[in-house]
């Protein structure tokens, strides 16, 4: 009953949306236009924008200015958006994004902005061969083509968390990404798929002769979502949420995944926390590929001497302290190790070491989640999962029990979700 819609000619394969709380706005991106909506009444549309490109992603740079992407018949292009009152115009300085945006729609890619530095990951060719992390704009640096780094990931989500607030050790920012890829790790029949987390330095500016103008802080651990007593892995991730608490330390990743294998229709829900991501990264074994006799490559976790300061860390009050101010002066040797294991041998666990919330009979597509204050005046995270059916449901983890408290049908046929978006303030 208090569903607003909006529905209009013009509106066909919308592909991104983006909540500005500030100008109480919705941007809608899809094929050839971008709207701009009432976040009061969605139903009321403010401005529109005509352009010849399939809109994959806006960005918000500020109130007044938006970083739009699409791919623009298999030529990748970027350009700014321009607000003026209830006119939007793009600001016609549209540059090759290769790298940037997708070649095409049904790609997965995951990107965000950061005081001017765009972090995009997505593929920069267009059989979709050259899997890429990049940072464009200042400082271009990208990851290596190689398996070893990437091996035909499916990417889900990439968030920055400001790890260098109120932070004892000097340490820098982080760009976390959320993914899936065929594992390199495990000897199989079959092409066993994993979900990844990988993490790479916000200030890492390349290597001075190994890896140069490629990131030198590119780590990746699995992400494990099962039931450890039933060896029942839920191994790709379908879709990220990260609640941001006021300090950096207190906030979680909360992920959706699903089963490679088996006939069941079961979803699960599982939420990472900072300190244990941390752990992995910063304390773990690396593992790295080796060549065993006539055999071909196995993995193996590094037991030898690990270089100094650690390969893969940001360049922290440690780091200085040897005379180490960018990534440009690591020395030659940690550059070698990390180019070599950038696997961890440890996976990040999820809290409780279990699923949160396991559904049989939906397949959930995304997820976001609120804190909320109680009439008890506890505080609980509250999630809303959407379904491949376009059912959106609620739920909330108490007493060490999830329950399900709300279903709600958004669309009259069953269709999949494919955005949501949270109003915090409303």
């Not at 999962?385 to 983890?397: P, Q, R, S």
Request: with cysteine.
């Amino acid at each position: 009953g208090n569903v607003n819609t909006f529905m209009t000619e013009g509106l066909s394969n919308v592909s991104t949306l983006l909540v500005n709380e500030e100008t109480n706005t919705l941007f809608v991106g899809g094929r050839d236009t971008v709207f701009a909506l009432d976040l009061n009444n969605i139903s009321r549309e403010v401005a529109r924008m005509r352009c010849q490109n399939y809109i994959l992603f806006i960005h918000k740079i500020n109130d007044s200015d938006l970083y739009v992407c699409g791919t623009n018949a298999y030529h990748p292009a970027c350009d700014h958006m321009i607000i003026h009152g209830t006119n939007l115009s793009l600001q016609g300085r549209a540059e090759e994004s290769r790298g940037k945006c997708p070649f095409e729609p049904t790609l997965k890619y995951a990107s965000v902005f950061v005081d001017g530095e765009f972090y995009s990951a997505t593929s920069n060719n267009f059989l979709g061969t050259e899997p890429i992390i990049l940072r464009s704009m200042r400082n271009p640096v990208r990851t290596e083509f190689t398996t070893w780094w990437l091996n035909e990931p499916s990417f889900v989500n990439m968030e920055i968390v400001h790890e260098s607030e109120s932070n004892p050790r000097g340490d820098d920012d982080k760009i976390y990404v959320f993914f899936t890829e065929t594992a390199v790790e495990f000897e199989f029949y079959d092409k066993p798929l994993v979900s990844r987390i990988a993490r790479i330095c916000r200030g890492d500016v390349g290597g001075k002769r190994l890896l140069q103008r490629r990131w030198t802080s590119f780590l990746k651990s699995r992400l494990s979502c099962s039931l450890p007593e039933l060896s029942f892995h839920f191994n790709i991730v379908q879709d990220i949420f990260f609640l941001r608490r006021r300090k950096w330390q207190d906030s979680i990743f909360y992920g959706i995944f699903s089963q490679q294998w088996g006939r069941l229709e079961i979803s699960a829900v599982c939420a990472y926390s900072m300190k244990d991501i941390q752990e992995v990264f910063s304390k773990g074994s690396y593992k790295g590929p080796v060549t065993v006799g006539h055999f071909p490559v196995k993995w193996m976790v590094y037991r030898g001497e690990v270089p100094v300061p650690r390969p893969g860390a940001c360049i922290d009050n440690f780091a200085r302290s040897l005379g180490y101010n960018t990534s440009s002066d690591l020395p030659d040797k940690v550059l070698q190790f990390v180019r070599d294991h950038p696997l961890m041998d440890n996976s990040v666990n999820p809290m409780g070491n279990r699923p949160l919330l396991l559904k049989r009979g939906s397949n959930y597509t995304k997820i976001v989640v609120d804190r909320v204050t109680g009439l008890d005046k506890q505080t609980y995270d509250v999630m809303f999962l959407g379904t491949d059916a376009g059912y959106l449901h609620k739920a909330f983890h108490c007493d060490g029990e999830t329950f399900i408290v709300e279903e709600l049908q958004l669309f009259g046929s069953p269709e999949p979700i494919q955005s949501l978006q949270l109003s915090a303030e409303k």
